[in-house]
Nanobody
């Protein structure tokens, strides 16, 4: 089992920045990739960014160039630096980890609200 705890959400004005953190515990040696998803109001959950165990990173087109995912292996923590936030970035952001056997794990979610 992998336990994920997120922090860092909040409210900002358009153009502002926030950094989300997600600390993993449990059977972390079994994690294949970690990343971030978001669920805007009334919409489905969507991928934001993911970092694979080999270091490969993928971003959604909506956030490319504005968001940066990074990982501190010593702290078992993945971060999402979000710059130039826009109202359409408003969503509940979820940390995700997939095990090498494909089992998904989710954090509790953290709200990000961007006002214009």
């Amino acid at each position: 089992q992998v336990h994920l705890v997120e922090s860092g959400g909040g409210s900002v004005q358009s153009g502002g920045s926030l950094t989300l953190s997600c600390k993993a515990s449990g059977t972390i040696f079994n994690i294949h990739n970690m990343g971030w998803y978001r669920q805007p109001p009334g919409n489905q959950r969507e991928l934001v960014a993911v970092q694979i165990s080999d270091g490969t990173i993928h971003y959604s087109n909506d956030v490319k160039g504005r968001f940066t995912i990074s990982k501190d292996n010593a702290k078992n923590t993945v971060y999402l630096q979000m710059d130039n936030l826009q109202p359409e970035d408003t969503a509940v952001y979820y940390c995700n980890a997939d095990s090498t056997s494909g089992d998904p794990y989710w954090g509790q979610g953290t709200q990000v609200t961007v006002s214009s």
